[in-house]
């Protein structure tokens, strides 16, 4: 972050090299090295094997393989890039930009990378073999301009499943991407005016800043925009994107209420028109400009469509039971599923655990939910401190919610504690929870979460639909909580716009204009420990931008405020991985070339 960049952390830039780039998924930072050992024992007091299966699926998935190498000054180091493990061909020096070896790999036949058995190819107009499940389509729809991008995606395949350790890393066989615009926002280090940054073939940023610092390795291809600046792929800390479509359907009424009506809705939906609803939400948010996303759901789909669309998010499997006397049944039916949607996990894909929310979950089914999402090895989320009839279901034992666990048989319990005493109570809090909305947060409440390092979500559009009230986001970020912003779901607010959420916030908490932005760039990622990936531009990160067009002469004294005031009509170009996953119209003419826009510029 430059001087004229005021965020509450002033972390300094922590660059890693392309090759650092893990061929599998790599967890967030906060879980490495934390797993443990012993044996799970099921209810009979027998090692309980599933729960072995799926930690070692997991775990692989989310800790990186021991590194090999140092490459560099930086003491960065990483798995060998396109090579199989084990092999001795040398990476590419990146550190000093050497040029001479920022060559776009052959990509021999003999490291072609395996093939996914299970997802469909076919041909493209110009003979070239395509993944019938992505561009093919989403071409058609204008959603993914570039022909080529299908090349960059059968360079990434994911071990769906299977041993993720026995897997071939991926070949690298694609071009290097330089773009360019009139600022490059790093976020992690100051804006370079006329920046640029260069993507290598794996998705990867390998330099970024201002354009002479910058190279071009032969056969790059080039994108040039101009009065536009580049961003970090934005990220939206919560979403249900299997509520896809059912945005309008819901009244405005109170929450219990309106908590019943989503619940028939979700029910009467089949599950291919779940899974259909997963895909449209992922690719809605690539229109927004948003890259990563951290989802909460029930039914599955959304992690199958990130894995199905090469996409990037963590995906919460959601587990209710509010009646204590279900706790066996609520408990095994969820780890059962937990363990198949582990195959889903890898790449930029993760797999967390959702223990819904006071109203729907039990203590109890707090406690063994959580204890053995952190004996598997994957994070948390929890909608937790939303509405006043929550806190009053814990407080007093009263309320709307409480009705209603009494129509069902289910004796409220009047626990005398607000919610996020509760969580703390059952061994919920810890650094690797995310909290979902906070509104009904003390500043004792607050206290607890910095104590336990957990982060939080903020969601001020739904938050607001709702009737909740404000979350204390200054207080929040007084506390130096982990935050970033999110939308939760097209059924309480749509469209997903993240810029809408972040000018309120900034509103709400009396925020700078770069700390905004930091919303849903790097305090994003640091909120869903994801900040080594993604939420800032740096090398060794995910070449993922959000590319906007703020306007023709805007000086290093206005972009802040540019930059916050952004909307999503905005948007030029959304990136991921390297690959361009939305290009506005008019911006789309040469999807192979290089290219300027506005065209002539
Ligand atoms: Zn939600």
Redesign the pocket.
Known sequence: MGADAPHRDRDGLRPRLAGARRPQGRGPARHRGRCRREPVLDSRGRQDRNHQRLRRCLVRGLHPRPRRRRLDGHGCAGTDHGQRPGGTARRPRLDGYDERRLRTAPGPRGLAAPRRPDLCRSRSSDGREVHSLLPARLVDRGVLPSRNRAQGILSHPQSLGRDQSAAEPPAVTGRYRRYAADWVVPIAAAPAHAGAVLLDPAGRIVAVGPSETVPAPPGTLHRSFSAAAILPGLINV?T?LELTGLEGQLPDEEFPEWVRHLVALKRARSPAAVRTAARKGIEDCWRMGVTTLAD?GDSGAVIEALAGLEASGIAYHEVFGPDPRMLEESFAAWAARLEELGQFAGGRVRLGASPHAPFTVSGPLYRRAAAHARSVGVPLAV?IAESPAETELLATGSGEFARRWVERGIEPVAARVTPIRWLEQHGVLGPDVLC?HCVQASDEDLGRLAAHGSAVAHCPRSNRRHGHGDAPLQAILDRRLRVGVGT??VASVAPLDLLAEVRIARQLGRLSAWEAVDLVTRGAARAIGLEDEVGSLAPGRWGDLAIFTIGPQVDQRQLAEALAALGSGDLLCTVLSGREVWMAPGAADRPEGDYHFPPGS
């Open positions: 919560h249900h909460t909608h979902i939760d779901s």
